[in-house]
């Protein structure tokens, strides 16, 4: 069964720091990975989504990798801004490639 | 993509009531589904909304306690019925396009408060 680990937990750091966000899977045979952004109380947005045949996918600021042979995602954030401040979830397809199974996240805050 | 509204965004309820959420798509997608998040805590999926048949719930999710609706491939409906305090959570509703192990997209959630 996937299982699916985020660390940290919380971050904090001064605006226009680079940060690294990690998440790690149990079950590498996975098509994709998906990273998301939620806001206090509100829904998903969703970042980026990155291939089992893609090592890198790139959007603005973000970066996200993904490694199945060591069952391990980052989600870089460059020069970070105060409106970067959310949780960042990374989620992971169930075995029947159907529905996501989340880590609990990690929450970032930026200070300017 | 696909945007995913839902309604409504927040209620409170009085414990043994129900609510239904629903949640509309702007096109045609191919699953749907219903996720909870309680507080502080990540996202579970409840279950699989699927079109003119029965929902498929994960383990510890009923349908007596989350009855859903799919009459069609853009709307789907979630009850939570006889509710508790421990029915305080966020609602999310989930769809994707494609078939398995495309991208999925999400809703604003709907927050209750069961008092």
């Known amino acids: 069964k996937q299982e699916v680990t985020q660390i940290p937990a919380a971050l904090s750091v001064p605006e226009g720091e680079n940060l690294v966000l990690n998440c790690s899977f149990t079950?590498?045979?996975?098509?994709?990975l998906q990273w998301f952004r939620q806001d206090p109380g509100k829904g998903l947005t969703s970042l980026l989504l990155?291939?089992?045949?893609?090592r890198e996918q790139t959007s603005g600021r973000l970066n996200a990798s993904l490694d199945k042979s060591s069952g391990r995602s980052t989600l870089y954030i460059a020069a970070s801004q105060p409106g970067d401040s959310a949780t960042y979830l990374c989620a992971a397809p169930n075995q029947a490639g159907t529905a996501l199974i989340f880590g609990k996240g990690t929450t970032l805050s930026v200070s300017s | 993509s696909a945007v995913i509204s839902q309604k409504p965004s927040r209620d409170i309820c009085q414990r043994g009531t129900s609510l239904t959420i629903q949640c509309q798509v702007d096109?045609?997608?191919?699953?749907m589904f219903w996720y909870r998040q309680q507080p502080g805590q990540s996202l579970t999926l409840i279950a699989t909304a699927n079109q003119g048949s029965e929902a498929t719930y994960e383990s510890g999710f009923v349908i007596d306690k989350f009855p859903i609706s799919r009459p069609n491939l853009t709307f789907s409906t979630l009850t939570v019925s006889n509710m508790s305090p421990e029915d305080s959570s966020i609602y999310l509703c989930?769809?994707?396009?494609?078939?398995?192990?495309?991208?999925?997209?999400f809703g604003q959630g709907t927050r209750l408060t069961v008092v």
């Open positions: 079950d590498s045979a996975i098509y994709n």
């Open positions: 989930s769809a994707t396009t494609g078939g398995p192990n495309t991208e999925a997209f």
């Open positions: 096109s045609q997608v191919t699953m």
């Open positions: 990155i291939q089992s045949s893609q």
